[in-house]
């Protein structure tokens, strides 16, 4: 008999359940329920609407019963770094506030007059960005000290949703190395680090590894939506799901594609060289101890912005549609550079960054949106180089998985930019790598290898060739 498992995947933009089962020796995969996520301002902080999300899941999980579908597992993955704190009393302390909230501003140099940057990358591996959770809870401490002092337990986001459904607290392996306070080989919460900070060690909880079956619903739940099932951990890290969805091939780099980016490749140790720590490369937790050996590139979250700017004017295929009507306007802005994080406006960014670096200027949506395409084609090029240097070797394929693997004229101009061979695909990876975590936690699958063996069976992959020979533009 099937067993059904769901997939809860958030991200920064929206979330949905995706029912996920074997048939017929290949993995199916139905979507439930959609919904909306956003960032929204509470008092003086930009926050994530954690409750309305749990009630987001809850409706989707009534939709099981309406179709007649009793789930055995259900997991969630979301993004990483975020986190919810709560008292004695399980009751929060503060708001979910998101990583693109600005009281991160300043704390990174702070906490290297603490403790060196070369030493922190040494034992944690974790490539260095203003809004890791370490800067996050050190801005706590440093402005309100009295919320950390009050605090009896740390969860990320996934962590505190999980809480929700079973009334246990645990903290998930590939999400908790997101925090730059995980030693990178031990593999445990890095005391001493904290210690050093000043943040209270013992509101962090045992790291549970993917795979871990967390416990059931709370039983007013089970009177709720009628039914009752396993509560599994994935890898709740939602980059650390897609990866599964790779196939493991030492010659193939890969790019997870949505509001980040997420470029790099697969390892079975961190890699904490200075090289490494020079190129600014995470070595971020993967299922059964792997490593995600990445850099975070500010992705598609810029035409999304663009998009916004122009008031929801031009769909997605359209703005497509007229970058490649901008014919050969070229100009390059440095997608990582923190301007881009967050701006007011992202079109009147692009336009200063271009104006201050002495280039054209883009004036019409067509030439926003090919600036945002170069430009990330660009950085992936450039990261390609500094992995290949790290690694001391080439690599001859380009994996792009996720949402954004939609988006053809990105593909064939990465393909054409890199020189190499890209594959596009499978496009719902992350849900994929979640369900296929559970099922393996259920017995449905021996091992990762099976499973990447039948998620290759069961999904399409594109391949785009270069076209020209555009590597030194």
């Given amino acids: 008999m099937n067993k059904y498992s769901i997939a809860v995947d958030i991200g920064a933009s929206s979330g949905r359940l995706m029912l996920g089962y074997r048939e017929n020796g290949q993995l199916q995969l139905r979507e439930l329920y959609r919904f909306e996520n956003k960032i929204v301002q509470k008092g003086t902080h930009f926050c994530w609407e954690i409750d309305r999300l749990f009630e987001e899941i809850k409706t989707g999980l009534k939709k099981c019963s309406e179709l007649g579908i009793a789930p055995d597992s259900i997991g969630i993955d979301t993004w990483a770094v975020d986190f919810v704190l709560l008292d004695e009393n399980d009751e929060p302390l503060t708001e979910a506030v998101s990583y693109r909230d600005p009281r991160t501003d300043g704390m990174m140099e702070e906490v290297f007059q603490i403790i060196s940057k070369e030493r922190l990358y040494l034992e944690t591996g974790i490539q260095f960005q203003k809004f890791n959770t370490i800067y996050q809870l050190y801005s706590l401490k440093k402005n309100h000290p009295d919320i950390l002092a009050k605090a009896k337990s740390f969860l990320m986001i996934p962590d505190y949703l999980n809480f929700l459904l079973t009334g246990k607290k645990s903290n998930e392996y590939t999400n908790a190395t997101s925090t730059q306070l995980v030693n990178a080989f031990t593999k445990k919460w890095d005391y001493e680090l904290l210690d050093i900070l000043g943040i209270n060690k013992d509101m962090f909880h045992e790291i549970q590894l993917p795979k871990t079956i967390l416990g059931n619903l709370k039983e007013e739940l089970v009177s709720e939506l009628g039914f009752d099932m396993n509560v599994i951990l994935p890898a709740t890290h939602d980059t650390g799901s897609a990866v599964i969805s790779v196939p493991e091939e030492e010659s193939t780099i890969y790019i997870s594609s949505g509001t980040w980016s997420l470029m790099g490749t697969e390892n079975h140790f961190p890699i904490c060289v200075t090289k490494a720590l020079d190129y600014n490369f995470t070595n971020e937790g993967g299922i059964d101890y792997r490593f995600r050996f990445l850099k975070n590139i500010m992705g598609l979250w810029m035409i999304q912005e663009v998009k916004r700017n122009y008031d929801h004017e031009y769909s997605f295929a359209r703005l497509v549609e007229l970058a490649e009507e901008a014919g050969d306007f070229r100009a390059i802005v440095n997608v990582n550079d923190d301007r881009f994080l967050k701006p007011e406006n992202m079109v009147q960014e692009m336009m200063n960054y271009c104006i201050e670096t002495g280039q054209s200027v883009p004036s019409t949506p067509g030439e926003v949106a090919k600036c945002v395409y170069d430009s990330l084609a660009a950085s992936y090029k450039e990261t390609i180089g500094e ?30 930019v890199t020189n190499k061979e890209v594959l596009a695909g499978p496009i719902e990876a992350t849900a994929i790598g979640n369900i296929v975590a559970q099922l393996m936690a259920l017995g449905e699958f021996t091992d990762l290898e099976e499973a990447r063996s039948i998620i290759k069976q069961s999904f399409e992959v594109k391949k785009y060739e270069p076209t020209k020979s555009v590597a030194n533009s």
């Fill in 387 to 416: 992995i290949e240097s790290i690694f001391e070797k080439s690599f001859h394929k380009i994996n792009v998985i996720g949402g954004g693997c939609q988006n053809e004229m990105l593909n064939q101009l990465v393909a054409d």
